[in-house]
Structures are given as structure tokens and as C-alpha cells.
């Protein structure tokens, strides 16, 4: 089933105070997207979603599929079929980010980025999982376990979105990685590709799903600058 | 077909620098949902859409319904099917707006508000129609027809939406209104019901259509500040 759009479950906002309790299963998040990206109850480490498997990268480095019963508080996933693909070689990733946004005039589109090839480096941090009570996101993420590779063989997953969204996600990239053989995983804090295959999907439709039945989440007192640097902390 | 979502085209940060061109036509809008609000190409006055006829509130004070061909730069729909239901009586804005808010426990969520009756008094304005070069929305907004009446039948339709969305759409409450007898419409600016009945739809779902065929919304360097801003100026 394909749809031109993202869904997103939960906003990257709900994190930034701590509401880091799944509301949504993989099993469901997976009927709205093959492919796509997000984080576990307890803010459990990384998850990236490739052709129909969800995998969590864990803070001790260890990489596992996810079981449907599993829930997440934010996710975000699509169907993929790319409009565009392009060879991409010898590119870092702010020459990466700024080619990518220019060529395909991301700056106010919601897009899906996929890059599969030979990284001659990559560089992720994994969120450790919380428990109760929970701490905002910035003190949770203040110290987290980061793993680097060389010439490795893996698939850059993520989107770009347009910054007006900042709050209901992260405006701008937000991007994970899983290596082929499964022993590297996180967000994406550098890279630098060797030889790869670019994937982009632009949509015209973001949808976001809230967790309404959630009390924690109905009483929360947001505030709207708290959260956009919160997110300029924390998932760049 | 009933929906439990949102839909919106556009975004209300598209009319802050003036990208007041129609980019859906309103046979299409009317696909995603019979009831919600917008304006028209040109910033031509105020949509209010209920029980799946589009009208257009003008600013010499008539109301006409809107043809299947014209086009509107931002509107919100929905297929109406409230939850919840009740009677009012001797409410100002302001304490409808808290009270509708507490009791709904809205804060977070997305909700259509629609009340039904009669009321003691009712203030409108209404967006004048811009030829091009556009102004911006502050601009273009300083100067606007108000219209009033008092002991007046008829419909305010509209919605709330978390805060973490100013930008994307009206954070807080945005309310059109529409008599009976459809001699008086527009954005509303202050009301006062005598009876009264309400209906409110909570949504999980909210879903943004974005215009990413039209050059001019593609290629404009948006700044969240200065639309939160013109927003609070504008659309209060």
C-alpha cells in the first residue's frame, strides 16, 4: 500500500519534557509505513524501520528488530517510493545536507531520505533508556554512549522537514543509520559517504497522530521556545 | 465517509509573506471534509464551510456560496461527527473560549468547535480581497471591514489546536462565523451567546496538505519568529 504521505506518531515536542512512555505499537506504526524512524518507550534507545522491520539500536551497541507488541512515544514512517535517486560519492555531511536540500528544493517540503552504500565513516549516539521519573530530554540526553565506524556498509534513514514544523518534529534533517551487518545503529551525528545510492521522496501530506487517551500528555504544560531549544540541543 | 482527522491546505505561515494564491480548488477541499473554515485566492474574505457548502464572507458584507473551480491558499476541513454536545447560554468569548478548553481538556489536542444558536451580539472582520505585488498577512490585514449584529441566529464554526502548531495553523481557538439567515459572516472578533448549542470533535489526527507544485511557496525563505508574531497580530 503506498500513500504520499508521513505519518508521525507523537510530536518530537512530547520528549522534550519527558513523556517518553510508548502510546503507539510497532505493530500499528508499521500498517502507516515500511520505512522510517523513531525512539521506544523509556526513550529506549534508536529506532530505524527499513522495508517493513523496525530495529532498535540499543545504548549498549547491541542492534535487535523490534516486536510488534513493543511501544513507541515517537516514530515517524512512510511507504517508500522515491521520486528521485542519484549516485552520491566522497560527500561529509554538511556538503551531504546542503546538496541534497538544495537539489531537490527541500526547504519548505517534507521529504524521506534514504542513502544505501560504503560510509568511510559514521559517527551515532544512542538515547539511554529512562525510567521513572523521567528527566526532560536534555538532561536524559546530556550523556549518551556514541559508536564510530570505518568503511562500513549501511543505510541512511530519515526526513527533512520545513522549519516551520520545528516543535512537531525537527525542522531541518533528522537522520539515523543502520549498518548492513547490523552491529551499527543511532542518530546521526557525522558521516561521510564513500560510494552510495540517494533515495529522495518528496510528500505533499504530514500527518501527525497525537496520544489523546494519554493523560500525562492532555495535562503537560508545553512551551513552544523550551521545545525548539530543546530539539536544537538534542537531536542535532 | 466519516474521518477521524483534520485535513489542512497550506499553512497559516504561508499568508504571512503574502502567498495568497489559490493552490486547491474548493471541489477538491470539499473532498476531505463537509465543515471548516479558509479563505479564498487573493485573501478574498472568510470561508466558513458547513454541512459541505462552501460560503465566502466579502468585505462589502455579502455572503455568496463558493463554485467547485475557485481556489483557496489555506483552509482546514473535517467530517463532522462531534463526541461531545452541549447547551450554552450568557457566554462572552472569553469565557466560552476557557471554559469550552477546560472541559474538553483541548490544550493538547486538536478539536472542531461548533455552536449553533442565537446570539446577543456577534463582531466579525473580514480579510480584504489583494491584487498583486501581494502585501504581507499584517499588511494586508491593517485595515479590515467589521461587521455586527445583535440577537443574531446562527453558526460559529472553527477550531483549537495546541500551541506546538502556531505556524502550521492558529494556535489556540480560530472561529468563523456564519448567520442563519446569511446576511452576516466573518472572523470572529467577539461574541456573546444567549442560547445556544455546542459541539466539539476531538481529533487524533491532523493532517497538512502542502502546496509543493507552486514556485512561489517553494522558493520563500519563511522565519518562525516573524509568523508566530503576524499570527498573534493577525488572527486574534
Not at 23 to 43: K, S
Not at 67 to 79: G, I, N, R
Not at 89 to 98: H, K, R
Not at 134 to 151: D, I, R
Request: aromatic content about 8%; charged content about 15%; cysteine-free.
Amino acid at each position: 500500500m503506498a500513500t504520499s504521505k508521513i505519518f508521525q506518531h507523537g510530536t518530537l515536542g512530547l520528549l522534550v519534557p519527558g513523556l517518553y512512555d510508548g502510546t503507539i505499537t510497532a505493530g500499528e506504526l508499521l500498517t502507516h509505513g515500511d520505512t522510517g524512524i523513531g525512539t521506544l518507550d523509556g526513550l529506549n534507545g534508536e529506532v530505524i524501520i527499513l522495508d517493513g522491520h523496525a530495529y532498535q539500536a540499543r545504548e549498549d551497541g547491541q542492534v535487535r528488530e523490534i516486536d510488534a507488541t513493543e511501544t513507541l512515544p515517537f516514530a515517524s514512517v512512510h511507504f517508500e517510493a522515491p521520486q528521485h535517486t542519484a549516485k552520491l560519492q566522497q560527500l561529509n555531511q554538511a556538503a551531504f545536507q546542503q546538496q541534497v536540500q538544495a537539489d531537490y528544493q527541500l526547504t519548505n517540503v517534507f521529504a524521506a531520505v534514504r542513502v544505501d552504500g560504503l560510509f568511510k565513516h559514521i559517527k551515532t549516539r544512542v538515547a539511554p533508556h529512562q525510567v521513572k521519573p523521567y528527566q526532560s530530554l536534555v538532561a536524559a540526553t546530556a550523556k549518551q554512549p556514541e559508536f564510530e565506524g570505518t568503511n562500513v556498509q549501511g543505510t541512511i534513514i530519515g526526513y527533512f522537514a520545513p522549519h516551520l514544523f520545528q516543535g512537531a518534529t525537527v525542522g531541518g534533517f533528522h537522520l539515523h543509520f543502520l549498518s548492513a551487518d547490523h552491529q551499527l545503529g543511532g542518530h546521526l551525528l557525522d558521516f561521510e559517504i564513500d560510494q552510495a545510492q540517494l533515495k529522495v521522496q518528496n510528500f505533499a501530506d504530514f500527518q501527525v497522530h497525537l496520544p489523546i487517551d494519554n493523560a500525562d500528555y492532555l495535562t503537560e504544560k508545553f512551551d513552544n521556545a523550551t521545545i525548539d531549544a530543546a530539539i536544537n540541543q538534542a537531536e542535532r
